[in-house]
């Protein structure tokens, strides 16, 4: 955990769930956190906490499917503390439906966040790896690439697109720059809830998450993990998720 003591990490989608377990894990490690959401409100919270326990955060208003955004999440770290040693690509959204529903504004926003929101920190982030010489891309990923089932086609597709993408990035890469994919199974927040329209669904989607997630915070164990290696060792693939979970 020593390797790990004042580094700087950015975390998009910091406010709740599994980027705010992160946040707040790293910044109980002497990480420096830069925080970044749409909701302003409840990621100011997590600064507030994180300070309050004695870590160093702070935030700004981040929106990936904006690029400017992104530039602005990293500018912020390397303005602040004058670096960057890690991205953790959190932030992603899910809609969940039959294809043949054709929902393309879903479509669009799951392309929109959780490809191109990848993308685009991607892009904000490698120029100052570049003049570091050094630099970590996290990617939190989903089981749903892995195992594929009806509704979660489209969404499984843009997961599986950023498995695709981080694997020719470190096939380009000369090793300063590491990357690694999280892919979480089922964990307890209200993320897979907020994935479906309809009232049973959300029930059924509830009643399966009480009954078998794990917490965000074994997904923070495992960034911390893969963050806190030496220089010269790249963790690819980490997959968690319940042991039950099929």
Same mark, same amino acid.
């Given at each position: 955990?020593?390797?790990?003591?004042?580094?700087?990490?950015?975390?998009?989608?910091?406010?709740?769930?599994?980027?705010?377990?992160?946040?707040?894990?790293?910044?109980?490690?002497?990480?420096?956190?830069?925080?970044?959401?749409?909701?302003?409100?409840?990621?100011?919270?997590?600064?507030?906490? %994180?300070?309050?326990?004695? +870590?160093?955060?702070?935030? *700004? !208003?981040?929106? @990936? $499917?904006?690029? =400017?955004?992104?530039?602005?999440?990293?500018?912020?770290?390397?303005?602040?503390?004058?670096?960057?040693?890690?991205?953790?690509?959190?932030?992603?959204?899910?809609?969940?439906?039959?294809?043949?529903?054709?929902?393309?504004?879903?479509?669009?926003?799951?392309?929109?966040?959780?490809?191109?929101?990848?993308?685009?920190?991607?892009?904000?982030?490698?120029?100052?790896?570049?003049?570091?010489?050094?630099?970590?891309?996290?990617?939190?990923?989903?089981?749903?690439?892995?195992? %594929?089932?009806?509704?979660? +086609?489209?969404?499984?597709? *843009? !997961?599986?697109? @950023? $498995?695709?993408? =981080?694997?020719?990035?470190?096939?380009?890469?000369?090793?300063?720059?590491?990357?690694?994919?999280?892919?979480?199974?089922?964990?307890?927040?209200?993320?897979?809830?907020?994935?479906?329209?309809?009232?049973?669904?959300?029930?059924?989607?509830?009643?399966?998450?009480?009954?078998?997630?794990?917490?965000?915070?074994?997904?923070?164990?495992?960034?911390?993990?893969?963050?806190?290696?030496?220089?010269?060792?790249?963790?690819?693939?980490?997959?968690?998720?319940?042991?039950?979970?099929?």
């Amino acid at each position: 955990m020593q390797n790990i003591k004042d580094k700087v990490v950015a975390i998009t989608g910091a406010s709740v769930g599994i980027g705010k377990a992160i946040a707040i894990k790293l910044a109980e490690h002497g990480v420096k956190v830069v925080l970044g959401a749409r909701n302003t409100e409840p990621l100011e919270k997590v600064v507030e906490k %994180i300070k309050r326990n004695g +870590g160093e955060a702070v935030c *700004t !208003k981040t929106d @990936v $499917r904006n690029k =400017a955004d992104l530039v602005q999440l990293v500018n912020v770290a390397v303005t602040r503390y004058g670096k960057l040693d890690v991205i953790v690509n959190n932030a992603g959204v899910a809609r969940l439906s039959r294809i043949d529903e054709l929902d393309t504004d879903g479509w669009d926003n799951m392309i929109d966040s959780n490809i191109k929101g990848v993308l685009y920190g991607m892009a904000a982030a490698i120029p100052v790896f570049k003049r570091q010489q050094s630099g970590h891309i996290v990617n939190i990923i989903s089981t749903s690439g892995i195992n %594929i089932v009806p509704m979660q +086609g489209v969404y499984a597709g *843009t !997961k599986n697109a @950023v $498995r695709t993408i =981080a694997e020719a990035f470190r096939q380009e890469s000369d090793g300063s720059i590491r990357i690694t994919g999280i892919s979480p199974g089922y964990i307890k927040t209200d993320f897979a809830a907020k994935s479906v329209k309809t009232a049973e669904m959300k029930t059924a989607i509830s009643k399966t998450v009480e009954e078998l997630a794990i917490s965000p915070e074994a997904i923070a164990d495992a960034v911390i993990y893969a963050i806190s290696q030496p220089k010269d060792v790249e963790v690819g693939d980490i997959v968690i998720r319940p042991a039950r979970q099929n």
